[in-house]
Nanobody, 121 residues
């Protein structure tokens, strides 16, 4: 199986920065893509960013483009999310997830426990 453990969340003022890290272990060779999602109170979980494990192609939701950067370190089995120019609306629990192809469809089927990010105005 796969284990994902997030770290790096915390409280920061608007305009500040945080760096989230996701440590992966287990059957990491089965990953095709790693993603970050977030869920704010009373809202559904939403996609934030993703990176392909092999070719490093990256994907971002429009609201974080130019502010967040996703990266991965294959040697350390980590996926990081550098978050700059944070806004109060970025406040959420951030989750790391791993996607694999299952019956031809790419599906996020492994999730971490989440780390809280709070941005004060």
């Amino acid at each position: 199986q796969v284990q994902l453990v997030e770290s790096g969340g915390g409280l920061v003022q608007a305009g500040g920065s945080l760096r989230l890290s996701c440590l992966t272990s287990g059957r990491t060779f089965s990953f095709y893509r790693m993603g970050w999602f977030r869920q704010a109170p009373g809202k559904e979980r939403e996609f934030v960013s993703a990176i392909n494990w092999m070719d490093s192609s990256t994907y971002y939701v429009d609201s974080v483009k130019g502010r967040f950067t996703i990266s991965r370190d294959n040697a350390k089995n980590t996926v990081d999310l550098q978050m700059n120019s944070l806004k109060p609306e970025d406040t959420a629990v951030y989750f790391c997830a791993a996607a694999r192809f299952t019956y031809g469809a790419l599906k996020y089927d492994s999730w971490g426990q989440g780390t809280q990010v709070t941005v004060s105005s």
